[in-house]
């Protein structure tokens, strides 16, 4: 558990928002952005009938009278970051393990999407561990999925969510896409984006390369040769 300093109260009201610490605004309807996560835990104050959604790594509902706090618990990695936090009255549904589902007149194209979720999920709590949380939110612009977030607004939703995933820890946007693209055409499976991002947390060089099938990662840490080869993979790391 972190200390004092380490937690914020942002009273939201409307489409306003102010908190104790951290700077905070809403950038559209629905939508607030933390424009540089200052704080490990964060009360979010709502109405009882809101919720907010951010890509913490657990979280807790508190609810008095007219008023519900989300008390929100934030990775290290993402101290110094730019949050966005979705602000709705849609019905929240746990529909699996940490598995929740924002319902405001979902479909059946929508529904269909649930099948893939798993995949992510695995992913985010290969990374914070077991508690982490995964929201599907249909309604959402997917330009806003992150980390815990889905949105299925378009034809692509889970292309989206996985470059809005990488792009928490890398900054070029062309290695973003290659690796997104990899991982969208089966060739790598989430063990590797897993030991990808743990090598790459906290150092800012990182090389990709693709030819066929062969993918080669250099980055501070370790070099990473992935071959798929027919139905099997070959893999070779060397570290530095």
């Known amino acids: 558990m972190h200390d004092l300093a380490g937690y914020d109260i942002c009273i939201v009201n409307d ?31 709502v109405s009882a009938t809101d919720n907010i959604i951010c890509p913490g790594k657990n979280f807790q509902e508190l609810v008095w ?76 612009e997917p330009q806003y999925s992150m980390l815990t977030i889905l949105s299925s607004s378009t034809g692509k939703p889970l292309s989206y969510a996985t470059q809005n995933f990488l792009r928490l820890f890398i900054s070029d946007t062309d290695i973003v896409k290659k690796l997104t693209d990899l991982i969208m055409s089966g060739l790598l499976s989430h063990h590797i984006i897993v030991s990808i991002i743990k090598g790459i947390i906290g150092y800012s060089k990182i090389n990709v390369f693709t030819s ?29």
């Open 65 to 140: 009278g007219k008023d519900k706090g989300f008390l929100w618990s934030f990775p290290d990695f993402l101290q110094g970051k730019k949050i966005y936090c979705v602000h709705t009255k849609a019905y929240m549904r746990k529909f699996d393990d940490n598995l929740y589902i924002l319902e405001n007149n979902t479909g059946s194209k929508e529904q269909d999407v649930l099948q893939n979720i798993s995949y992510y999920s695995s992913i985010i709590k290969s990374l914070l561990g077991r508690s982490a949380c995964m929201f599907f939110i249909p309604f959402l």
């Open 15 to 45: 489409n306003r928002v102010k908190c104790n610490m951290n700077g905070a605004k809403y950038i559209t309807d629905g939508i607030l952005v933390l424009e540089k996560l200052s704080s490990y835990n964060i009360l979010f104050v």
């Open 212 to 240: 066929g099938n062969e993918l080669f990662i250099g980055t501070e840490r370790f070099d990473l040769t992935y071959k798929k080869l027919g139905k099997g993979r070959e893999i070779i790391i060397h570290d530095h």
